[in-house]
């Protein structure tokens, strides 16, 4: 999964996700920042740039799985336009 989402993000030469949070071309795309940073400026920062969830891998540890569930579950009951 993260080869394709690095070249998915390739494809649109785009370096930063939080790029494609705030690029109005993307307006519609749902942008979940997973960082190291624990910093309130950053944090802050990301949701400025309209990212749908600020997640620190800290705070996940070693179930990566779950956050993959919550991210499907996310699309199984939010609605988009």
Same mark, same amino acid.
């Given at each position: 999964? =993260?080869?394709?989402? #690095?070249? =998915?993000? /390739? ?13 109005? =071309?993307? #307006?519609? /795309?749902? $942008?979940? $920042?997973?960082?190291?940073? /624990? ?33 499907? #579950?996310?699309?199984?009951? $939010?609605?988009?336009?």
């Amino acid at each position: 999964m =993260a080869g394709a989402i #690095r070249r =998915a993000f /390739s494809k649109r030469q785009i370096t930063n996700p939080i790029h494609v949070a705030c690029d109005a =071309a993307h #307006r519609d /795309s749902v $942008v979940f $920042v997973l960082t190291t940073s /624990s910093a309130e400026l950053d944090m802050k920062a990301a949701y400025a740039a309209n990212v749908a969830g600020y997640v620190e891998k800290a705070t996940i540890g070693a179930d990566f799985s779950g956050l993959l569930d919550l991210l499907e #579950r996310y699309l199984e009951v $939010v609605n988009f336009p």
